[in-house]
Antibody
Framework: EVQLVESGGGLVKPGGSLRLSCAAAGIPFSNAWMGWVRQAPGKGLEWVGHIKVKSDGGTEYAAPVKGRFSISRDDSKDTVYLQMNSLKTEDTAVYYC???????????WGQGALVTVSS | SYELTQPPSVSVAPGQTASMTCSGE??????PCWYQQKPGQSPVMVIYRENKRPSGIPERFSGSISGNTATLTISGTQAMDEADYYCQAWDSGTVVFGGGTKLTVL
C-alpha cells in the first residue's frame, strides 16, 4: 500500500518560512518523481511544483511560487521537502504531496498539511 | 499560460449518466486525467492518460476525448459519486488543473 504522509504545517507570519516534509512508503522512492499541489480554502487545486529523480535532474515550479519555494529530496529517507520562504497570506492552503508520472498524472496523494499565513 | 476550462457545476439524477467536460488547446496531446475530491478528503485519480482507469476505480467511470475537449462520464451515477471533479493536463513538463466541476446527484 502506498502511503504519503505530510508534516510540518502550521501558522506562520507573512514574510516567514516553513518547511513541509513528505515521507513515502510502498513506492520505489528513488525512481519516483514527486510533487506538491495546494488548495486554498474553498478553492480548486493548484500545482506548486515537482522534482524529478536524481538521474533526470531538476525541478519545476509554478509561477506564483518560483523564487520563493524550493523542492528537494532525500532518497535515503524516502522523503521529499517543500521549503517555503517569503510567505504571503495568499499561500494559505492545504498542501498535498503527490507522486508524479512522467506523463504528468498524479497517482497517489497524501492527506495534506495545512499552512496558514497570517499576522 | 495553458488553461483548462470546466463548467462549475453539473447535476444528474441517481442511475443516470453524468458527463463533465474539460476544454483546452490540443488537449489530446497533453495526457488528460481526472480526479475526484469529496469534502474534507484528498483527491483521488479516477482516469489517467485520457481513458485509463486505475485499479479500484469502478467501471462506471470512463474518459474520452474529442478534439480539444475531454469528457469524464459516470454511467449509472450513484449518490456516493457526488464530489468535485478536476481535470488535469501535462503542458511542457508542468501540471495544469482545470477549475473543477461540482457534481450534484439529485
Amino acid at each position: 500500500e502506498v502511503q504519503l504522509v505530510e508534516s510540518g504545517g502550521g501558522l506562520v507570519k507573512p514574510g516567514g518560512s516553513l518547511r513541509l516534509s513528505c515521507a513515502a512508503a510502498g513506492i520505489p522512492f528513488s525512481n519516483a518523481w514527486m510533487g506538491w499541489v495546494r488548495q486554498a480554502p474553498g478553492k480548486g487545486l493548484e500545482w506548486v511544483g515537482h522534482i524529478k529523480v536524481k538521474s533526470d535532474g531538476g525541478t519545476e515550479y509554478a509561477a506564483p511560487v518560483k523564487g520563493r519555494f524550493s523542492i528537494s529530496r532525500d532518497d535515503s529517507k524516502d522523503t521529499v521537502y517543500l521549503q517555503m520562504n517569503s510567505l504571503k497570506t495568499e499561500d494559505t492552503a492545504v498542501y498535498y504531496c503527490t507522486t508524479v508520472d512522467m506523463t504528468g498524472f498524479l497517482a497517489y496523494w497524501g492527506q495534506g498539511a495545512l499552512v496558514t499565513v497570517s499576522s | 499560460s495553458y488553461e483548462l476550462t470546466q463548467p462549475p457545476s453539473v447535476s444528474v439524477a441517481p442511475g443516470q449518466t453524468a458527463s463533465m467536460t474539460c476544454s483546452g488547446e490540443k488537449l489530446g496531446n497533453r495526457f488528460p486525467c481526472w480526479y475526484q475530491q469529496k469534502p474534507g478528503q484528498s483527491p483521488v485519480m479516477v482516469i489517467y492518460r485520457e481513458n485509463k482507469r486505475p485499479s479500484g476505480i469502478p467501471e462506471r467511470f470512463s474518459g474520452s476525448i474529442s478534439g480539444n475537449t475531454a469528457t469524464l462520464t459516470i454511467s449509472g451515477t450513484q449518490a456516493m459519486d457526488e464530489a468535485d471533479y478536476y481535470c488535469q493536463a501535462w503542458d511542457s513538463g508542468t501540471v495544469v488543473f482545470g477549475g473543477g466541476t461540482k457534481l450534484t446527484v439529485l
